[in-house]
C-alpha cells in the first residue's frame, strides 16, 4: 500500500497509477452532491478552509455528539461520484484538488482535468462504513451544517491510512472506462 | 372532488356484514414494547446483514481470484459486516429508504402502528441507527428525523393469520439510483415482448448499474405490472432469501440464466472486475395490460439490509424471521 499524506504534491499525485493501493493520510473534506453545486455556482468555501492540494471525498457520514459536544463518525462509506461528474473538473481546476474520494468512477471531464491539473480519482469500498469510520481519528470541523444538513455538510477530518485505490489517474487512464468497454463487449456474446 | 362529495361517496359505499368479534383476537398493543420492538428491528437491520447474505458474499470472497483488487474489496466488506455487528453501527452510512411490509390481521391498528413507528424512526435517527436521511424535496431542508412525506413507508397487508409480521428494508441511494425500468419492445437492445427480450433487457440493467450500485448486486425484477406496481413488486422481491427457489419453472430458470450469464461479464466488486457481479436474481411477474409491456428493475447493493420480526399480540418480539 502506497502511503499518501495531505498535502499531496504535483510530483506525487502524478507518480499514481489506475490499480495503485493507497492509504491516506492527514485531513480529508467531505463534499458531496449540495457542496459541488454550491461550489460551481460561485459559492465560497469557509473562511480558513483550503482544498489546495487537498482531498475531497463524496460522503455523507453519520456523525452523532455527545453530551459534552464533541462529534463522532459512526459510519463513513464513499458515496456515488458520478452525480458530481457536471462540476468535478472544475472544481479541481478552481480549488487546486489533488484527489477525489469516491465510489463507481466519474466520466471524460473528470478524467481530462485530473490530467491537466494532476489529480487522481482514489476509489474507497462502497458500503464499506465501518472500515472507514475507523481510520477517521478526529472531526476537526464541521461547515454548512444548518443550511446543507448534516450528509451534505462539509466535514473536517483527520484521517489515518484510509484505504482506497486509484481507479482513474493522471495519465488518462481510467479503470472504469476499461471495465465497461470489457464487460460490455462480453454481453454481446451472450445476448 | 370536494369534501363533501368524497364523503357522500363513502356513505354510498356498500354495507359490510358485522364482524364476529368473539372469533377475533384483541391487539393490546403496550405503547412502550412495540416502540422498543421496532426501534430494536431498525437498529438490527442497520447493524446486521442478514445470514443467507453474509454466506453467498463469503462464498463469492472464496471464489474470486487471489490477490486482486475485487478479492481485497471482499475482504474489506467482508471485515466490514463483522465490524458493523460488533459495534452496533451501520453498515453502511447510507442507512437508506425506509421501507417496511407489514402482514397483519383485519382487526390490527394501522394507525397506531403507523404513530409508533414514526417515533421509533425518530427515536433510531437520534441514537445514530440511521442517518439524518431525510430531506424536503422543495426546500432542501433536513430536520433530522428521518419521518415526513414518504418517510417511512408503510405496506399493509392483511392476512388470515393472528400473527403481526413486521419486515423491513432499509435500502441506500446508490442502489436506488441504478434501478430501471423497460418499456418493451426495445429497439435500441432489439428486445422483444418476451422472455429472451426480457433477459436482454435486466442484462442491460447490470452492465448499467456496474460501479455505481455497490455490487456484487441483488436484483430484484417484476415482468408486467404498470410503471409504479412493476417497481413496488421488483422491490418486494427483496423479501425473499438468496436461496429460495421460485415456484415458477420459467422464472427460475431465468433467474439462474442471469445469475450465471451477470457473472460471466467480468465486472466484479464495485465494478473493479472479478467474478462476482450478482449475489442474487429474484424475479416475478404480474398481469399487464395488452398495450404495455414493462420490465422493472430493482438494484440492491451488497450491504443488503433486511430483517422481521413477528410480533406478539402486546407487541413485543416473539421471534425474528431472517
Not at chain 1, 22 to 34: A, E, K, P, W
Not at chain 2, 144 to 165: A, D, K, L, M, Y
Not at chain 2, 302 to 316: C, D, F, N, S
Request: neutral net charge; hydrophobic residues 35%.
Amino acid at each position: 500500500m502506497i502511503p499518501l499524506t495531505v498535502p499531496i504534491t504535483e510530483e506525487e499525485i502524478r507518480s499514481l497509477k489506475v490499480g495503485d493501493a493507497v492509504g491516506i493520510s492527514g485531513v480529508l473534506f467531505t463534499g458531496r452532491d449540495v457542496v459541488h453545486k454550491y461550489l460551481h455556482d460561485g459559492g465560497a468555501l469557509p473562511p480558513g478552509v483550503s482544498f489546495k492540494s487537498g482531498i475531497i471525498y463524496h460522503c455523507g457520514p453519520v456523525v452523532i455528539q455527545d453530551e459534552q459536544g464533541n462529534w463522532k463518525v459512526t459510519a463513513a462509506g464513499p458515496t456515488t461520484s458520478i452525480r458530481e461528474e457536471p462540476y468535478q473538473g472544475e472544481i479541481i481546476r478552481e480549488f487546486g484538488l489533488r484527489g477525489v474520494i469516491g465510489k463507481g468512477g466519474m466520466g471524460d471531464r473528470t478524467l481530462a482535468a485530473c490530467k491537466e491539473h494532476g489529480c487522481a480519482y482514489l476509489h474507497a469500498i462502497g458500503g464499506a462504513a465501518q472500515v472507514l469510520a475507523e481510520c477517521i481519528k478526529a472531526v476537526r470541523n464541521v461547515y454548512f451544517l444548518k443550511e446543507f444538513g448534516s450528509p451534505e455538510a462539509i466535514w473536517e477530518l483527520e484521517v489515518e491510512n484510509f484505504p482506497a485505490v486509484v481507479t482513474m489517474d493522471c495519465h488518462g487512464n481510467s479503470l472504469h472506462k476499461e471495465v465497461f468497454a470489457a464487460s460490455q463487449a462480453e454481453l454481446a456474446k451472450h445476448v | 372532488m370536494n369534501q363533501s362529495q368524497r364523503s357522500k361517496d363513502v356513505r354510498s359505499l356498500p354495507r359490510l356484514p358485522p364482524v364476529d368479534t368473539e372469533s377475533l383476537t384483541t391487539y393490546d398493543f403496550k405503547m412502550q414494547s412495540l416502540r422498543a420492538s421496532l426501534l430494536e428491528l431498525v437498529r438490527r437491520t442497520s447493524a446486521e446483514i442478514p445470514d443467507d447474505v453474509q454466506k453467498a458474499i463469503l462464498d463469492s470472497l472464496e471464489n474470486e481470484k487471489k490477490g486482486t483488487i475485487a478479492e481485497s474489496a471482499l475482504k474489506i466488506i467482508e471485515r466490514n459486516i463483522e465490524m458493523a455487528k460488533q459495534k452496533s453501527q451501520p453498515i453502511c452510512q447510507d442507512t437508506g429508504s425506509i421501507i417496511l411490509y407489514v402482514d397483519c390481521p383485519a382487526t390490527f391498528d394501522q394507525i397506531t402502528f403507523e404513530e409508533i413507528t414514526r417515533e421509533a424512526v425518530r427515536e433510531a435517527t437520534k441514537k445514530g441507527h440511521l442517518r439524518q436521511n431525510s430531506v424536503d424535496s422543495l426546500t432542501g431542508l433536513n430536520d433530522g428525523t428521518n419521518v415526513g412525506p414518504g418517510s417511512p413507508t408503510i405496506h399493509f397487508h392483511q392476512h388470515r393469520s393472528p400473527e403481526i409480521h413486521v419486515r423491513l428494508i432499509l435500502k441506500g441511494g446508490g442502489c436506488e439510483n441504478v434501478g430501471a425500468q423497460y418499456s418493451l419492445p426495445n429497439e435500441k437492445l432489439k428486445a422483444d415482448r418476451d422472455l429472451k427480450g426480457c433477459r436482454k433487457v435486466i442484462l442491460d440493467a447490470v452492465l448499467q448499474a456496474q460501479g455505481k450500485g455497490c455490487g456484487p448486486g441483488i436484483l430484484g425484477v417484476c415482468i408486467g405490472g404498470d410503471r409504479a406496481t412493476g417497481y413496488e413488486f421488483s422491490k418486494q422481491q427483496f423479501l425473499r432469501t438468496l436461496p429460495d427457489r421460485n415456484p415458477s419453472h420459467e422464472l427460475d430458470q431465468l433467474e439462474h440464466d442471469i445469475f450465471k450469464t451477470a457473472n460471466e461479464l467480468g465486472i466484479g466488486p464495485m465494478g473493479f472486475g472479478g467474478k462476482t457481479t450478482l449475489l442474487g436474481v429474484k424475479i416475478c411477474a404480474a398481469n399487464r395490460l395488452p398495450a404495455s409491456f414493462f420490465v422493472s428493475v430493482s438494484y440492491m447493493c451488497w450491504a443488503y439490509r433486511r430483517q422481521g420480526v413477528v410480533l406478539k399480540p402486546t407487541g413485543e418480539i416473539d421471534k425474528w424471521m431472517y
